[in-house]
């Protein structure tokens, strides 16, 4: 097994809830004016769902559908509250979401296959 896999197996929890906790907190942010950032918005969107899904979906692949949907879930929470916090809540956000979670799926999927 690969240095690489035998570091995820040890922290993918840890690194999943560290990346949630990232991602809420700067979803949830109270800000005046959304700073433009290069790759626009959604491109982060797609990068930070990937990058949250990644980690359970190569380790726990056989829970990768209960955890795909209940973090798609979360950010249509997030969606949802962010009018409410001097935030844009935005459905194409959720789409990017849902497009970088795809990803991630298919990500760990592979590098777990060649790993084998």
Same mark, same amino acid.
């Given at each position: 097994?690969?240095?690489? !896999?035998?570091?995820?197996? &040890?922290? %993918? *929890?840890?690194?999943?809830?560290? #990346?949630?906790?990232?991602?809420?907190?700067?979803? @949830?942010?109270?800000?005046?004016?959304?700073?433009?950032?290069?790759?626009?918005?959604?491109?982060?969107?797609?990068?930070?769902?990937?990058?949250?899904?990644?980690?359970? !979906?190569?380790?726990?692949? &056989?829970? %990768? *559908?209960?955890?795909?949907?209940? #973090?798609?879930?979360?950010?249509?929470?997030?969606? @949802?509250?962010?009018?409410?916090?001097?935030?844009?809540?935005?459905?194409?956000?959720?789409?990017?979401?849902?497009?970088?979670?795809?990803?991630?799926?298919?990500?760990?999927?592979?590098?777990?296959?060649?790993?084998?």
């Amino acid at each position: 097994m690969s240095y690489l !896999a035998l570091i995820f197996r &040890r922290y %993918w *929890l840890g690194l999943t809830a560290i #990346l949630w906790l990232l991602i809420t907190a700067s979803s @949830l942010w109270p800000v005046e004016l959304l700073p433009q950032v290069a790759g626009g918005d959604k491109t982060h969107h797609f990068i930070a769902y990937a990058a949250l899904v990644f980690p359970v !979906a190569f380790v726990r692949p &056989r829970q %990768w *559908l209960l955890v795909f949907f209940l #973090l798609l879930a979360w950010g249509g929470v997030i969606e @949802l509250i962010q009018p409410y916090v001097n935030r844009w809540g935005e459905w194409l956000d959720l789409a990017a979401n849902t497009a970088g979670a795809c990803l991630g799926l298919l990500l760990a999927e592979v590098l777990r296959r060649l790993i084998r």
